[in-house]
């Protein structure tokens, strides 16, 4: 995975480390396809989507960028204006011998409201452009290549909802981990079937975000989902 993946120095950018892919690695993008059975089906050269620089910098900001803007802030504390009370001047003004006071719900009073206090509206999300996004996405897959964790399909049909018959796609794949298995178009079936699995996620080309690629371990995908992949983050 991308933090074992040997760290250099990118001449490009001041203190970003990537993960250049050697000759050897781009040339070697020929990937076997299986069916359903686990049989052998023919191979599969990987576009250049899969064999791009792994820019690591943008993985870890594109970890937080997500992250960041999934938080909800649910903590709400009272201003002085949300106190119940204080409407009446506490003292008058002159003659006390003690500091001017207007209000007891202050914020320097017991009860009073808060300064600066959390609330919902706070947002914790960071920018990060679109383009960068793009990049992070990028490097990942091509990590999943190196790291010979994609496992692709011919084709993959169901005749009925049946999660046995997912289950045994994988044990035919050999497939020993978690699993992200990337759909090309929608299949109801195949939807239903996969929910139940615990350590299995359904996703579609379009809603690949950086976070399962991260927290899933294998990519499993047909042959023409790379192609959409391709398609879309090779513009």
Do not use: C
């Amino acid at each position: 995975m991308l933090s074992k993946v040997k760290q250099k120095r990118n001449p490009d950018s001041i203190g970003a480390k990537s993960r250049y892919p050697t000759e050897k690695e781009r040339s070697g993008k020929k990937v076997t396809v299986y069916n359903m059975k686990g049989e052998k089906k023919g191979t599969m050269i990987l576009p250049d989507v899969f064999s791009q620089e792994i820019k690591l910098h943008l993985v870890h900001k594109a970890v937080l960028w997500q992250l960041k803007k999934s938080k909800v802030s649910t903590a709400h504390t009272k201003t002085r204006s949300e106190r119940r009370g204080g409407g009446r001047k506490p003292w008058r003004q002159k003659g006390t011998g003690r500091a001017r006071a207007g209000s007891l719900r202050s914020p320097i009073f017991r009860k009073g409201g808060v300064v600066f206090g959390p609330t919902p509206k706070k947002r914790f999300a960071i920018k990060m452009p679109k383009k960068e996004r793009k990049l992070a996405t990028i490097s990942v897959l091509s990590d999943k290549a190196l790291e010979k964790k994609i496992i692709i399909l011919d084709k993959l049909k169901l005749t009925q909802i049946k999660t046995k018959k997912i289950e045994q796609i994988l044990s035919k794949l050999k497939i020993l981990g978690t699993v992200l298995l990337v759909l090309d178009k929608k299949d109801e079936k195949i939807k239903k079937s996969a929910k139940n699995i615990p350590y299995l996620k359904l996703a579609s080309v379009s809603s690949i975000n950086i976070l399962d690629l991260m927290n899933f371990e294998y990519l499993l995908i047909t042959k023409e989902g790379i192609l959409k992949i391709a398609e879309v983050f090779g513009r």
